[in-house]
């Protein structure tokens, strides 16, 4: 019976180790492949200029159980994010335009609250 138990052991040893070695040559088999050619020509540079990110925000009062608003970025600035806040569901919240956020909430039974939309803008390099 130990026999028998041995003999298992240095079956599956063997069959472990080689089924190792096959794996450790193929590693390296595929190490010595080339990796990437030659590099290529430079691009164009870019455009000059700096872009600056800040954030717009609207505040308003709700007495409905939904109610929505759009916070807006300056004149020629692009959205680039958005949100709300103020503890209440959020129903919807996406891009109004290029320039805006959309934000609409949901507040069963309340009477007075305050949500604030967030719009993320960045300035056009």
């Given at each position: ?15 472990y180790i080689a089924l190792s070695s096959i794996l450790i040559a193929g590693i ?98």
């Open positions: 019976m130990k026999t028998d138990a041995l003999k298992a052991t240095a079956k599956f040893t063997i069959g390296v088999a595929l190490d010595l492949l080339p990796r990437d050619g030659k590099d290529g020509a430079d691009g164009a540079p870019g455009q000059d200029g700096s872009v600056k990110t800040y954030i717009a925000q609207t505040t308003f009062n709700g007495t409905p159980t939904k109610k929505s608003g759009t916070a807006t970025c300056k004149a020629g600035d692009l959205v680039v994010g958005g949100g709300g806040g103020g503890g209440h569901q959020i129903v919807y919240s996406y891009p109004a335009s290029q320039s805006s956020w959309y934000v609409m909430v949901y507040c069963a039974g309340c009477n007075n609250y305050e949500v604030r939309i967030y719009a993320i803008c960045t300035t056009k390099p």
